[in-house]
């Protein structure tokens, strides 16, 4: 007969085999783990309507899963709870614009890139290069200020050698004190470079005569450009506005979202920026006039212009650092090598190019 310690030694193996056939894998017919997917809002990408989440990465990630066979459902979340939670291994994976980036890398894994633009600058669409305030800030930049001053100096110049060369011939004007003779000098130098002379003021010396003749001609080439200086400001004014491209985010007003590649770039360019939570709030403050420029992916930001502000902003033809997207998942993910033949197959179907497009350009 089984002693007692022999009975207790049986049951806790039974109660074992028993917990071990519990964990194992759902077989066929049984259902399958359920996955938390994070996703994160980012038009035209991952767009949350009334019956739940769609968009580009929404419809790669529901054709990996068919291919796949992956039960899931989807979570919204912020950037960072997004990016954490998956670091973290809360969530099964991150579905959204997420760029590759360094510091990302570090934290979790990531799955290849599906798709592939770049950084990209919105500015305003209509231009204060010919309004009245838009001369007025030209007028006096240091640029034309510092133009306005060599043009005064070539001219104090040459009204100096006029005087010196008419002060004894011609006393009456170009004589006197030598304030007075200087300023004779200058105002011959201007009006003769402007308008050929009024005539009040004329040398009769043959060294007068000699530099007037050689002043003449010379007025010609410093005033067509000086003329052509100024034009081509303005116009640069009406056409590009305050920023034109990268160098010019410094000394601007710029918005990016917060937490987006956008931002990080920004501040390993030394750039400060007003973040903004969304990139509608940073568009709006944009066309309020609150901002001169605001920086986010390419693909994004002609979605929203296109919706929301097509005659008020412009996003700038040059992008600038590619931005690569890619589904985020934990380190060492045991679902890695699945997901991306499910993407790879997704991604070089014959209607991926127009689901991308569809989403990009319809709606």
């Known amino acids: 007969m089984p002693t007692l310690p022999t009975l207790a030694a049986l049951l806790t193996l039974l109660l074992s085999a028993t917990t071990a056939l519990a964990q194992e894998p759902s077989g066929p017919g049984q259902p399958a783990e359920t996955l938390r997917i994070a996703v994160k809002v980012a038009e035209p990408f991952v767009i949350e309507t009334d019956d739940g989440f769609e968009g580009i990465s929404i419809e790669l990630w529901k054709r990996i899963a ?6 899931y459902a989807f979570e919204a979340t912020t950037m960072d709870g997004l990016l954490d939670g998956v670091a973290s291994g809360e969530f099964a ?28 600058i919105a500015v305003p669409a209509t231009r204060d290069g010919l309004s009245v305030m838009g001369m ?10 510092t133009a306005v001053a060599a043009l005064a100096v070539v001219l104090l110049g040459v009204g100096l050698l ?3 060369a008419e002060r ?11 304030v007075r003779g200087l300023g004779n000098g200058f105002w011959f130098s201007a009006v003769t470079m402007t308008t050929v002379g009024y005539g009040d003021k004329a040398p009769v010396s043959p060294a007068g005569r000699f530099l007037a003749l050689i ?3 010379a007025s ?40 987006s590649a956008g931002a990080e770039s920004l501040r390993d360019r030394g750039v400060r920026s007003t973040r903004y939570a969304s ?6 403050a944009l066309a309020a006039g609150d901002l001169d420029a605001f920086v986010h992916d390419e693909p994004i930001l002609r979605y929203h212009l296109k919706r929301n502000h097509r005659d008020e902003l412009q996003v700038l033809e040059a992008t600038f650092e590619p931005q690569p997207y890619a589904i985020a998942l934990p380190p060492e993910s045991p679902l890695r090598e699945e997901i991306n033949l499910g993407l790879l197959e997704t991604i070089t179907a014959d209607d991926w190019n127009d689901i991308i497009e569809g989403f990009l350009v319809g709606g």
Do not use: C
């Open 168 to 178: 004894r011939a011609n006393p009456d004007q170009f004589g006197g004190n030598p």
């Open 162 to 164: 006029v005087w010196i």
């Open 66 to 71: 068919d291919r796949q066979d992956l039960d």
């Open 93 to 120: 994976a991150g579905v959204a614009a997420i760029t590759l980036t360094t510091d990302r890398e570090e934290r979790m894994d990531f799955t290849h890139p599906y798709f592939g633009e770049g950084l990209a």
């Open 279 to 284: 990139v509608p709030e940073g568009l709006a």
């Open 215 to 217: 002043w003449m001609f």
């Open 220 to 259: 010609i080439i410093i005033i067509s450009f000086f003329t052509g200086a100024i034009a081509s400001a303005f116009t640069t004014s009406q056409l590009e506005g305050r920023v034109a491209g990268p160098k010019d985010l410094p000394r601007a007003r710029v918005g990016a979202v917060t937490g």
């Open 136 to 145: 007025l800030r030209k007028l006096v930049s240091p640029g034309f200020v």
